[in-house]
């Protein structure tokens, strides 16, 4: 079931800056993120990418005091405020764990982010690839898609109305007062 979301406080805001800035957030938690994030986000950071990450136990990543990168402490900044610092949003749990949601990857595109997110999870509901999101089966699939993005502010931006399309449709209204009537009952 949906898991409701305010489109108030999350939609994008004007003015982002166009350096381009893959980003991640969540609760210092080992199943929110996978044994491999800390070598991706150093590929990224190696390959010019800005990196922003909140929470997560980045810190402990050894990514350094790289120019290009933002650790944040869990929620150091409001969650809609971070996201819409962001031109895509990473996401790739530990194998052992499973997302029933991912409430957070609909944050994010309610505020136009792209997700580029591992194809599995509960998500898969609602990400649709290359509709505001990109599903990956490995980090060169995920590189290859940010690559994409950074590369032309046009697919950026299409795929950014997309997402918050997506967006639009899950969190429809009658859908969330359905599922509030499942609830109810």
Known sequence: HISPISRERFRPK????????????????????????????????????RVRIMGCEAKGWGLGN???????????????????????????????????????TLEAQSCGV????????????YLRQEEGSCL?????????FLTRLRGSAEFWEVQSALAITVADEVLD?????????FYMR
């Open 114 to 125: 792209p997700v580029v997110a591992e194809g599995r999870h509960g998500f898969l509901d």
């Open 173 to 181: 209204p009658v859908r969330l007062e359905e599922s509030l009537d």
């Open 14 to 49: 004007p003015n982002r800056s166009w350096t381009f800035t893959v980003g991640r957030m969540g609760r210092d938690d080992w199943s929110k993120h996978h044994p491999d994030d800390p070598a991706f986000f150093r590929n990224l950071l190696d390959q010019g990418f």
């Open 136 to 144: 990956f089966e490995n980090s060169d699939e995920a590189l290859d």
């Open 66 to 104: 790289h120019p290009n990168l933002d650790l944040l402490d869990v929620n150091q900044e409001a969650p809609e405020d971070f996201l819409n610092t962001l031109h895509a949003f990473h996401y790739w749990a530990h194998p052992d764990w499973f997302e029933a949601f991912c409430r957070v």
